[in-house]
């Protein structure tokens, strides 16, 4: 996933149609969720959504199909949001919010999806959405999530990649996207859906979390 344009996607992000609105209820909605025995959201049941990208860059485009399923209970496949992304003005740039194989915006500082762009797809399928980051201190911060995933809200992270997965990457720069589904705070643990795992609900502690965000400004998508 590319970083390159996160700055233009964060400053232009109220003008990207990253706005607050009301949820439309899905027959798939699970109950709102609270907080048992420390640990917020059901990382156990939104594991069953989990996409994994095939493609070095759709972390983002899977982060949208793993939420509109964990809300709706039909997650689109990987190749039905390509499809999709390929034909949807992008709200940061000129073109389609994922350009396709063969064009020169694919490859390059230019792949992938921007996350103000998550925003767009989630409301094709009917899921309002919002975005935001560290310049809204009260919107961010551990706590928060925890708040948003109490309610029964999904969240889309950006992050530094190398740091989540404890690589030899680059860690200065955010590059990956993925959807964050529960915090135990008993074992000071975040879950993920990690679009580039190899399975779903892989955990990583607070510090490696918090570390791989604040590269990212702590910028999410979070639902309404």
Request: aromatic share 6%; with cysteine; net charge negative.
């Amino acid at each position: 996933m590319s970083d390159s344009r996160m700055v233009t996607a964060l400053r232009t992000a109220a003008a990207a149609a990253c706005i607050a609105m009301a949820c439309v209820v899905a027959p798939g909605c699970y109950p709102p969720a609270t907080a048992a025995s420390g640990v917020y959201g059901d990382p156990e049941a939104a594991a069953k959504y989990w996409v994994q990208q095939s493609l070095e860059d759709t972390c983002g485009l899977a982060s949208v199909a793993d939420v509109v399923g964990e809300i709706t209970g039909n997650a689109p496949t990987e190749q039905q949001i390509i499809k999709l992304a390929q034909h949807t003005p992008s709200v940061i740039r000129d073109g389609p919010i994922y350009a396709p194989t063969g064009d020169p915006a694919h490859e390059g500082e230019n792949g992938g999806i921007d996350l103000a762009d998550t925003v767009v797809l989630l409301n094709h399928y009917g899921v309002k959405s919002h975005m935001t980051y560290d310049k809204h201190p009260e919107e961010v911060g551990l706590p928060k999530l925890e708040e948003y995933l109490g309610a029964n809200r999904k969240i889309i992270a950006w992050v530094n990649g190398g740091t989540i997965l404890d690589s030899s990457d680059q860690r200065t720069s955010p590059d990956h996207l993925l959807v964050v589904t529960g915090i135990d705070t008993n074992n000071e643990k975040v879950h993920l859906n990690d679009p580039y795992a190899d399975h779903g609900n892989t955990k990583v502690s607070f510090t490696r979390f918090m570390t791989a965000w604040k590269i990212g400004q702590e910028s999410i998508v979070v639902t309404s």
